[in-house]
């Protein structure tokens, strides 16, 4: 039977250098949002949710690519609006955005009703499927902090979720990471308003 495995166990498994390269990649696509936004004002107003969306995943994934290309114990699947990053044999995780409640959107596609539903897993063969992504504030249109998360099934709130962050130590990068409580009551007026507008990022 499958069993949740805890954030900090997973966390370690992933390892240093995978966080700290999403991190960085978070840091760096804000900036890049910032930048954008700066020198055309009008184009980031003009944009639809969906087509923002669109434009910081590319960025994100051309971040996350670079930053994580030379690690051996990563694989990036790039296929399409599909992108994903395998660490080991244990973790496969998709670039997503996260909602205010840290939900992701996704077609309700085979593949992803497969990708996020943790149950189906074999047994001794299981996968640990994981968000790897940011949270999108929707009444600022800005990226907030850096997000892993896991749940099961697609339209299921997160098992946890977790803030990460890295900063420069003595010796080495300094990982931090907050658990985010899924019982606490939130409201998000904006995954009501937006349930018709599934996105494929």
Do not use: C
Not at 57 to 63: G, M, N, Y
Not at 173 to 180: A, L
């Amino acid at each position: 039977m499958f069993s949740y495995p805890a954030a900090d166990d997973v966390l370690q498994d992933l390892g240093d250098k995978v966080v700290t390269a999403l991190v960085d990649a978070t840091k760096a696509t804000r900036s890049d949002l910032a930048e954008y936004r700066d020198v055309f004002p009008a184009w980031v107003a003009d944009s639809s949710d969906r087509g923002l969306s669109n434009w910081i995943h590319d960025r994100l994934w051309a971040h996350l690519r670079r930053a994580l290309t030379d690690i051996d114990s990563v694989e990036l699947a790039d296929q399409g609006v599909t992108r994903e990053v395998a660490v080991g044999l244990r973790y496969r995780a998709r670039v997503k955005r996260h909602t205010m409640r840290d939900r992701v959107r996704s077609y309700a596609t085979k593949a992803a009703l497969a990708f996020w539903a943790q149950s189906d897993t074999l047994e001794g063969m299981e996968e640990v499927r994981l968000g790897f992504g940011y949270r999108w504030n929707p009444e600022d249109r800005q990226i907030g902090s850096t997000i892993i998360s896991l749940r099961d099934g697609l339209d299921s709130d997160a098992i946890w979720a977790v803030e990460v962050d890295a900063a420069p130590g003595a010796a080495a990068t300094v990982i931090t990471w907050t658990p985010v409580d899924p019982s606490l009551p939130q409201i998000d007026l904006y995954e009501a308003v937006a349930q018709d507008e599934e996105e494929a990022t």
